[in-house]
């Protein structure tokens, strides 16, 4: 009877944890639904109120305070993680200890923070010459509010990541997604009633704190989290030696998709800011899409590894999800290509005008380069299952470093098309080129039997969509939606048949047909 009620209570305790991630990743999805969503419908909305100009100093707020944040040295990336393992070992103490660590090495990085923020604060007009007058005076107060959030914010942000570590996650999911709904309702009213900018920045700090202190209420009342203030040097040295590599990729990250913004307001201006953030955003949609097929076959990769599966298997599975990933990101980037001018008219060109046509060119010349290594994502996960992310983290900060350099020294010249040029450029020669060459001779996978698979059938229907596109792009006249959505639509069902006549192999159009089959089946 005895061992009936603890094999009863260990399949209760399973299925409660089960349950716990579905819905997490249920919430998960949700919450990158959502975001996507409120930027797609809010940004013509805001930029409409605010005006460019305005809307450009509100965007280099948020860049410049993304460098600030980074000063957290990927420590918080270290809770989930070893909270996890310290419940695992049951050893409360020891996970005590590790929290204050924690949060003794936050309010460091804080202090840091702090002194980088006022020293920023005085020399904002010499860092961006560009901003005069009211933009000025708006940019200074936006950062001391953001600012003074980051601050306060530092030495609590370990509890963000322990209902993780407890693998709890529909508590969290549904406070981020309620203060995000929140957030927009009040953003909309706002704006309506004829605030701007800085009303914005106090309804998103205002919803940061929300998010905050729920996860503190929750992480102490629910989950009986207890801190224990004592240093030691052999947790600090743990936390120290697991975030480094973290924090040397959140800067490479930084370097490419955050600095751009305050290169282009230091020798353009705000204007130009929000034409270069408006086009290079297409990008994050492109990562989206590519990063939600490849992070599926991370456990089967890890065991692949762990099992000593050949790296002929390793690539051979990297060109079957590349496939599946390029059907995706060829049909958005073929739809960029022909119809992301019309697109970005009808989306932001009541304010823009005819600056559209510079976003598009800005988003074209990041998302072609970008799409290599998009479809090689699983390339990344191959590289952190054989614990080789150093390497990658290290020439992904040189190239990195390379593209703020020469960004810089285009957008004097050619401004902001001329910074996402210098993007691109980085783009080729880190991501597809040395990327590639470390892929083949360090990671072990063959790059040419990865290429030869991945372009098998493409070339017959990539001529057919090229010439379909620019005829439908030319012949309809997409002025309103109506005639938009309807090449849209046409060109997406010639894509379809295109790639499932001539690109698709047998045993991908079985993993379409039974996807579409559980799917029919579950509904």
């Known amino acids: 009877e005895i061992t009936t009620r603890l094999v009863g209570s260990e399949m209760c305790i399973r299925d409660s944890l089960m349950n716990q991630l579905k819905a997490g990743v249920a919430l998960n999805f949700a919450s990158t639904a959502l975001r996507l969503g409120t930027a797609f419908f809010m940004t013509p909305y805001v930029l409409s109120c605010l005006g460019a100009v305005e809307y450009g100093t509100y965007t280099l707020v948020s860049s410049v305070i993304m460098w600030m944040i980074l000063a957290d040295f990927g420590i918080s990336a270290t809770v989930s993680r070893y909270v996890a393992e310290f419940r695992a070992k049951k050893d409360q103490k020891k996970e005590a200890v590790f929290l204050s660590n924690v949060m003794l090495l936050n309010i460091i990085s804080g202090l840091v923070v702090f002194v980088a923020g006022i020293i920023v604060y005085w020399n904002i007009s010499f860092l961006f010459p560009s901003l005069h007058g009211e933009n000025l005076e708006n940019f200074k107060v936006m950062y001391l509010i953001s600012f003074s959030y980051t601050v306060l914010y530092f030495p609590f942000k370990v509890f963000a990541g322990i209902p993780a570590g407890h693998q709890k996650f529909i508590v969290p999911g549904l406070i981020n997604i309620a203060s995000a709904m929140l957030a927009v309702a009040a953003s909309v009213l706002f704006l309506w009633w004829g605030y701007k900018a800085i009303t914005l920045v106090i309804i998103n700090v205002a919803s940061g704190f929300a998010i905050l202190a729920g996860s503190i209420f929750y992480s102490i009342k629910s989950l009986g989290t207890r801190i224990q203030w004592e240093i030691s040097p052999e947790i600090v040295k743990i936390i120290l030696k697991y975030s480094c590599w973290i924090f040397v990729g ?18 353009s201006g705000p204007m130009d800011v929000t034409l270069f953030s408006l086009g290079i955003n ?12 490849a992070g599926v076959f991370f456990p089967k990769i890890v065991s692949m590894v762990a099992l000593n599966q050949t790296n002929q298997a390793l690539t051979r599975l990297m060109a079957r999800v590349g496939r599946l990933q390029l059907l995706f990101i060829g049909l958005l980037m073929m739809g960029f290509i022909f119809f992301g001018q019309q697109f970005l008219t009808l989306w932001v060109g009541r304010t823009l005008g005819s600056s559209t046509y510079i976003c598009w060119i800005i988003g074209l010349l990041v998302v072609i380069p970008l799409s290599l290594p998009l ?23 040189l190239i990195a470093v390379c593209n703020v350099i020469v960004g810089y020294m285009l957008s004097k010249s050619f401004g902001a098309p001329g910074l996402a ?3 691109a450029l980085s783009l080729i020669c880190g991501q597809c080129i040395a990327m590639n060459y470390f892929y083949h001779k360090k990671v072990g996978i063959n790059i040419k039997v990865f290429f030869s698979r991945l372009l098998k059938g493409s070339l017959l229907p990539a001529l057919i969509l090229s010439a379909t596109g620019a005829l439908l792009a030319r012949l309809i006249p997409m002025s309103s939606l109506v005639p938009f959505f309807t090449g849209i639509f046409l060109f997406t069902a010639c894509y379809i048949l295109c790639a499932w006549l ?9 993993l379409i047909l039974n996807t579409f089959r559980r799917f029919r089946k579950n509904t």
């Open 250 to 267: 959140s800067i490479a990250d930084l370097l490419y998709w955050k600095t751009g913004n305050i290169i282009i307001a230091r020798t």
């Open 282 to 293: 297409f990008s994050n949609y492109f990562i989206i899409v590519s990063s939600a097929v």
């Open 375 to 397: 479809v090689q994502n699983l390339g990344i996960q191959i590289v952190q299952a054989k614990n080789m992310h150093n390497y990658r983290a290290v020439i992904l900060l």
């Open 421 to 423: 040029a210098g993007t």
């Open 502 to 510: 001539f690109y698709m192999n047998d045993s991908e159009k079985s």
